[in-house]
């Protein structure tokens, strides 16, 4: 298996820009977590899947973010629009069985840069 | 406070020698996860504990939910292990993770 894969790696994009993170979980892991990882903050959970379904997006700062899982092969983090705050790297993770599973998995991120 | 306490924030090791990193939380959880980050940025799950102990290869991990602490060993360490290393707690609903800052270990051959 490829693990979980997230694109782009880099993005850079202007203030106001819309952004959209992408990534594709382990086949047959049904759960799927987006983390923000900076240096102020260290790592927050934002939302988190199982079975495409949003089970908590209380982590998710603030309306300017938003994420869809259409099917169980691929989830988007969409910002709208961007600023400066929000450069950090995004994680994408996946597992089977919820976030108490084994074979928790993470993608290897995207840097984003918010100028 | 933080819902969860790493220590310690930095550590330097000679290759060979025995490694703890603490981790202690304030609040109920259901299982508490081990991350490894390397200088690269990739985020591997070392492991997910929620009584007793573990064992992979040279790491071990420990926890006691009376005390609400957690350990990580690392027996014989290489350079190799040079990475941060972070304690995530699952709460008891299952769906909020309390992070801790990490623990940023450099083993010097």
């Known amino acids: 298996d490829a693990g979980v894969i997230q694109s782009p790696r880099h993005e850079v994009t202007e203030m106001g820009q819309e952004v959209t993170l992408r990534c594709k979980p382990i086949s047959g892991h049904n759960s799927l977590f987006w983390y923000r990882q900076t240096m102020m903050r260290g790592l927050e959970l934002l939302i988190y899947f199982n079975n495409n379904v949003p089970i908590d997006d209380s982590g998710m700062p603030e309306d300017r973010f938003s994420a869809k899982m259409p099917n169980a092969s691929f989830s988007t983090l969409k910002i709208q629009p961007s600023e400066p705050r929000d450069s950090a790297v995004y994680f994408c993770?996946?597992?089977?069985?919820?976030?108490?599973?084994?074979?928790?998995?993470f993608g290897s991120g995207t840097r984003l840069t918010v100028v | 406070k933080n819902e969860v306490e790493q220590s310690p924030q930095n550590l330097t090791a000679q290759e060979g020698e025995f490694i703890t990193i603490n981790c202690s939380y304030s609040v109920g959880i259901s299982a508490l996860h081990w991350l490894q980050q390397h200088p690269g940025g990739g985020i591997v799950s070392l492991f997910m504990?929620?009584?007793g102990k573990k064992k992979h290869g040279r790491l071990i991990a420990t926890i006691n939910i009376q005390e609400k602490h957690s350990s990580l060993h690392i027996t014989a360490s290489h350079p190799r292990d040079s990475a941060v290393y972070i304690c995530a707690a699952l709460s008891n609903t299952g769906n909020q993770f309390y992070f801790g800052t990490g623990t940023s270990l450099t083993v010097i051959p």
């Open positions: 504990l929620s009584s």
């Open positions: 993770a996946s597992s089977l069985g919820g976030a108490q599973s084994y074979g928790y998995t």
